[in-house]
């Protein structure tokens, strides 16, 4: 796991030393995603995805269940030990590497990214922001 985050941590490194005077921000958009689980956020950004690429528009989803999954494993499903409320720092550690590839994928060329987290607290959709 700690090696994972160290991996998330040289991707952060490597967007804070872009020129990003550089990147055409005035032509990138990222969308995030709000509401509880199992609510449609993924379905809807795969079906906005869909049309935005079909509209020629380069776009992806960043997942941050994916990432979790990625890291922690899927053996026997979910963990429920990570929704705890002690285990809100590696939630937000998770959430923010997810964040991090979406604007590494917009750096490189994407144009949309969609957050398809439950960014659920005021907290994390203000620091999502920034």
């Not at 040289?10 to 055409?24: A, F, K, N, Y």
């Not at 950004?45 to 999954?69: P, Y």
């Not at 590494?104 to 957050?115: C, F, N």
Request: aromatic share 8%.
């Amino acid at each position: 796991l700690e090696a994972a985050f160290e991996e998330g941590r040289v991707l952060r490194e490597q967007i804070d030393s872009v020129d990003h005077d550089q990147v055409p921000w005035h032509n990138k958009l990222v969308i995030a995603t709000v509401g509880l689980p199992a609510r449609g956020k993924s379905y809807i950004s795969h079906k906005l995805v869909n049309f935005l690429c079909w509209s020629g528009i380069e776009s992806e989803i960043f997942n941050a269940g994916k990432t979790r999954r990625r890291l922690l494993g899927t053996a026997g499903g979910s963990n429920c030990a990570f929704f705890e409320a002690k285990q809100d720092e590696l939630r937000e550690r998770i959430a923010f590497m997810t964040l991090d590839k979406g604007v590494d994928y917009l750096i490189r060329g994407g144009e949309v990214v969609i957050l398809d987290a439950t960014n659920s607290t005021r907290e994390r959709r203000a620091a999502v922001l920034k």
